[in-house]
Each structure stands twice: as structure tokens, then as C-alpha cells.
């Protein structure tokens, strides 16, 4: 998931400069950020069509499976060392508090809620994913240790789902229904990307796209895209508790497949927009407010943008934005508060001064970020 000039991938750091990024990567984050742009950007359309309902599901269906699987994978190091605590409060939880009262405050503009409070333990639209990677990671020297650790994220996953009663604390319920894939991505290895990228599983993809996409037009009056969300229990979907792990099982089994032929789809070469993959840390996080902006802005008043001609200008306009908002300009004027330089937070190891890679907190947060944000609903 972005946003530094040296993101660390899975490429071994120890080569040289050039060598140390993998396009293969950048070009998935940028992809999959536009499509998190998209996303929002369709929502509003989404009563006026079926075509664009079904469109939204499908992407629902793997965008932040895909992000979340790839954040696994870069989480694989995390071992509570006091370097990777430090990366992780600079690269995540600084800001997620920026941006969950940046959001609060504007949303109460933007959705005429005046005394909508400042709360860090409720996040507030795009910053839930921040709050949940951080506690991902945390956990991370748990999921290494344990002999199974998918099924058992899996059965927790299910659990959640069975209860109405977890709460919006830190978004618990999409944390704890999300994680299966967190926990996929740690136990990854270069090769199982490597089997994606054959021409075989490219071509394979070609039919299960498709029958994806007639199933998801088909699933319009159902609305199953809710189960996309993960943010909700059985109960609070209005079916019985029993749907609640069967239709766990039955997403994580679809979002899988659909995230792989996505990854299988991603070119490995250098493209145009491979050094924008560095920037989707601010893409994802920024793009929100112009999405949230779009409501007071009547920008979906006229007519003509509940039709198809307004379908196709709302995606184009998303993907040209959160393009724009990855660029370096961008990230020059918003580093300070996503990649903040906090030397005087953190105290020196004992007995030894910072070494090269560890002293330098601001590249540190950049590759914390850059490792597992590729961006999120």
C-alpha cells in the first residue's frame, strides 16, 4: 500500500539503489488505488444503474482484499523491533490522527453535521484502514509463530461475523473480518506472485472475470455488495446469524480469486505510471476529501451524470485525481504530515548510536507506508 523514494519490496534492499524497487508492485498499487477512487467515485450512481451497481461489486469484490493481501506481504519482517515500532507510529498511526481530525472536521461540512466529535477511536471513513493495519501489525509475531494461522484467522473472522455486539471501536468488526487476508499475505513467499504473472493464469482470468461480472450484475437486487464491506454482522444485514460465517468463507473464496487475476493482469515492466506507486499513501488519503467535497458541490446534480455518459466522466475524472494526487509535487507539500520527521519523539538505542536505514525516521516511515498501503475503501 506507498509514498517514498526508496519503498522497500520484495526485492532484496541490500543491491543497488536501482534494483531495490520492484515496478511489479508499484504498478499493483497504482492500480488498485485508482480503483479505490472509482469506487467512491460510482457511489452516488449507484441507484440510477444497474451496470454501475454491478461494476461497484465487482470491484468491491478484491480491491481491499488485494490491498490487504499485499500488506500482508510486506509485514512479513515485523518483529516489535523498537526500528519497526517506530516506522509503524511515523508511517501509520501519525497519520491516521491527522487525517481522522482533518476528516471529522471537514465532513462536518461537507455532510452538514456541525457537531460531529473528534473521536480516535471511531475512524471516520478512509482512516479505518490505517487503524486497522496498525493493530495487523502488532499482531503480526503471533501469526508467525502460530502452526495455522490462516484457519484460525479465518475462524475468527467468522466469530465476528455471528456478532452484533463488537462495536465501532477502532471499526473492530471490519479489523477482525478482513484479517484472513492480512494473514494470507504474511505467509506468501516471491513465488506465488510469480505463478500469477504466467500467461496461462493471465488467459485463465479472461472467463472468470467475465462469469464474475454476470454474477454481480445478477446480484444487483440482492445488494450483496454489502458483504464486500466486512463492516457488518448477519444480524445487522437482516439474515439469519448462520449466513454470517458461510457467507465469510463464501467472500473470502470469491475475493481471492477475483484479487488473483487481478495481480495476474498487473504488468511487471516499467510503465508510465510505475514511479506513481510510490504515492498512493497520499492518493488514498486525499482523494477523499474530494470525493466528500463532490456532495456539497451538487457536482452529481445535473441529469446527465445519472446516465452513462455520467458514469463514464465520474471514472474518468476519479482516475485522473488520485493520479495527480500521487504525483511527487504532491507528496513534497504533504510529507510533513505523512511521513513526519519525529527524531525528537524517539529515544536512541542503548549503547550503540543509529545506524544507516535506522536513523533516518522520515525514509523509515515512507517504507512502512509504502510496504502496505496501496490504498482502501
Known sequence: MSGSRETATAVDRSGPPAARRDAYFDNAKYLAIVLVAVGHAWEPL????????????????????????????????FDASPARIRRLVTGVAVPYVVFEVAYTLFTRWSDHAPDREISLLDP?????????????????????????????????AMLASLSSS???????????QFLPYFVLG?????????????PRVRVAAVPVVGCALA?????????????????????????????????????????????????????????WFTALGAGTLYGYLLHGFVAQGAKP??????????????????????????TLLCTPPVRRVFRCVMEPRMEWAFR???????????????????????????GSR
Do not use: K
Open 46 to 77: 449507484r441507484s440510477d444503474s444497474r451496470t454501475v451497481t454491478a461494476l461497484y461489486t465487482f470491484v468491491y469484490a478484491f480491491h481491499m482484499p488485494a490491498f490487504i493481501v499485499v500488506s500482508g506481504y510486506f509485514s512479513r519482517g
Open 124 to 156: 471516520l471513513y478512509l482512516t479505518w484502514f490505517l487503524a486497522a493495519l496498525f493493530i495487523w501489525r502488532l499482531t503480526t509475531p503471533v501469526w508467525r509463530l502460530l502452526r495455522w494461522p490462516l484457519p484460525v484467522a479465518l475462524a475468527i
Open 166 to 176: 463488537i462495536g465501532n471501536d477502532l471499526d473492530l468488526q471490519r479489523v477482525l
Open 186 to 198: 504474511l505467509c506468501l513467499r516471491p513465488e506465488h506472485f510469480g505463478l500469477l504473472r504466467r
Open 215 to 271: 454474477v454481480a450484475y445478477w446480484a444487483v437486487p440482492h445488494q450483496g455488495y454489502r458483504w464486500f464491506f466486512h463492516r457488518y454482522s448477519a444480524e445487522q444485514l437482516g439474515v439469519p446469524a448462520w449466513y454470517g460465517p458461510v457467507m465469510t468463507l463464501v467472500t473470502f473464496g470469491c475475493s481471492l480469486v477475483l484479487a488473483a487475476c487481478f495481480l495476474a493482469w498487473v504488468p511487471g515492466r516499467r510503465t
Open 297 to 322: 458541490a451538487h457536482w452529481y446534480g445535473p441529469a446527465w451524470m445519472h446516465g452513462p455518459l455520467g458514469a463514464l466522466t465520474a471514472t474518468l475524472v476519479a482516475a485522473v485525481v488520485v
Open 348 to 374: 536512541m538505542e542503548e549503547g550503540r548510536p543509529e545506524r544507516a536505514g535506522e536513523g533516518r525516521p522520515a525514509q523509515d516511515g515512507r517504507r512502512n507506508a509504502a510496504r502496505v498501503l496501496s
